[in-house]
């Protein structure tokens, strides 16, 4: 009984906490307050995203290791929770560049159900945001998922494909750098394959090390863009 209660208790009081900070401002509040603006010449790069750009840095710490790229990543996190952050994490950070990487989270009903419409419009909405504010993007596939070890049974891998149309389209109507993962990585399921990610979600070093020079090199195109 008194485990039961305890529990409780626990849960009431994340509930309560995850309420106060839907879009988890407080996770890099320190950081941010912490970190200098861009040096002349600087051309900082924010990555804004889930658990998949949180993870990176993790999994694959030489990648960030001597370059001005800022992980902003939030494991869990779907698109309206990006984008109520997307000044505090992205804009005040005076970055060159923001690479956004989001979805996934969103498909898996994270937050609620949302549909892919109102997914491509956060999207589409961050994007908006940083250009409005002189930040180039570039915008990124949804990485493959067959399912969600967390939430069985969603069937994400049409719905993935289906976004990133939507979100290509949007890319190359607005001229966009687009970076596809999605493509270097799915297999015949349009999941990822055990090598690239072993829970099916989460990219292993052998994933993150098929999406670095894919990123690299949009970063590098977003940098000569007009």
């Known amino acids: 009984m008194k485990n039961n209660i305890l529990l409780l208790t626990v849960m009431l009081f994340s509930s309560q906490a995850f309420a106060q900070d839907w879009s988890n401002f407080t996770k890099y509040r320190e950081q941010n307050e912490a ?33 001005p790229y ?59 945001l940083a250009r409005a504010n002189g930040i180039k993007v570039v915008l990124s596939s949804v990485v493959p998922a067959y399912d969600y070890p967390w939430k069985p049974g969603m069937e994400p891998a049409p719905k993935i494909v289906a976004l990133n149309k939507m979100i290509k389209a949007y890319a190359d109507k607005n001229k966009i750098v ?19 990610a072993e829970d099916g979600v989460h990219p292993t070093k052998a994933g993150y090390n098929v999406m670095e020079p894919l990123v690299e090199a949009a970063i590098a195109k977003a940098l000569k863009s007009k």
Do not use: C, H
């Not at 040096?39 to 889930?50: D, I, L, S, T, W």
């Not at 994270?110 to 109102?118: A, D, I, R, Y």
């Open 178 to 196: 687009y970076v596809d993962y999605f493509s270097a990585m799915a297999d015949d399921r349009d999941g990822l394959p055990k090598e690239m």
């Open 70 to 128: 800022v992980n902003r990543g939030i494991s869990g996190q779907t698109t309206p929770q990006m984008l109520v952050r997307f000044r505090a994490d992205v804009i005040d950070l005076k970055p060159v560049v923001v690479v956004i990487l989001a979805g996934t989270n969103d498909i898996a009903g994270n937050t609620g159900p949302s549909t892919l419409e109102m997914i491509a419009d956060n999207i589409y909405s961050m994007a908006e």
């Open 35 to 67: 970190l200098a603006p861009p040096a002349k010449g600087e051309n900082r790069v924010v990555f804004m995203g889930n658990s998949i750009t949180e993870g990176w840095s993790r999994v694959n710490p030489e990648f960030f290791e001597g370059k």
